[in-house]
């Protein structure tokens, strides 16, 4: 997924009336404002309730779902491998919103002053924030690709983080 991409598919959701924000790989350059990497896919975190008009969006542009872990996250590919790791968020009255983990008793959270705004390609886009980011990043064994990202928070931020 390029920059192009990542942001055509914001466009097309934008343009369906549901609200999303990019989290993992993207999300870190979007607070960085620039590509630091290349990203294989895009995550994106929605409105659970709003998850048929993004699924039908998606699917007008070729996406088709490929993996159904429900309800914890679920990923759409296009033609060309263009791939979407979407997450169901629950919102509640404060804004703050819940994710169904695979440990029923701890869903992953979300506090309300987690989404934020970064750019991507010049555009300002809604995303994670990097304490929420740095919260996602531990409890396991690295990638290259997480090292990566976590040295770009470190270096934009002057954040703390777990590796």
Do not use: N
Not at 87 to 92: C, D, I, R, S, Y
Not at 119 to 132: E, W
């Amino acid at each position: 997924m390029d920059a192009g991409d990542v942001l055509d598919v914001l466009e097309l959701l934008r343009r369906a009336g549901a609200e999303v924000w990019v989290g993992g790989g993207w999300g870190i350059d979007a607070l960085a404002g620039e590509q630091t990497r290349d990203h294989r896919d895009l995550d994106l975190m929605h409105r659970r309730e709003q998850e048929p008009a993004v699924l039908a969006a998606l699917a007008g542009a070729g996406f088709v779902e490929s993996l159904d872990l429900r309800p914890v996250r679920f990923v759409v590919t296009a033609p060309g491998g263009r791939e979407i790791d979407l997450h169901p968020l629950v919102f509640t009255g404060d804004g703050s919103a819940v994710q169904a983990s695979g440990e029923p008793e701890r869903p992953f959270r979300y506090p309300a002053s987690c989404f934020v705004t970064g750019t991507i390609g010049g555009t300002t886009v809604p995303c994670l924030s990097a304490a929420q980011q740095v919260y996602f990043h531990q409890g396991y064994e690295p990638t290259q690709r997480d090292r990566h990202d976590m040295a770009v928070l470190r270096r934009v931020f002057g954040i703390a983080t777990h590796f």
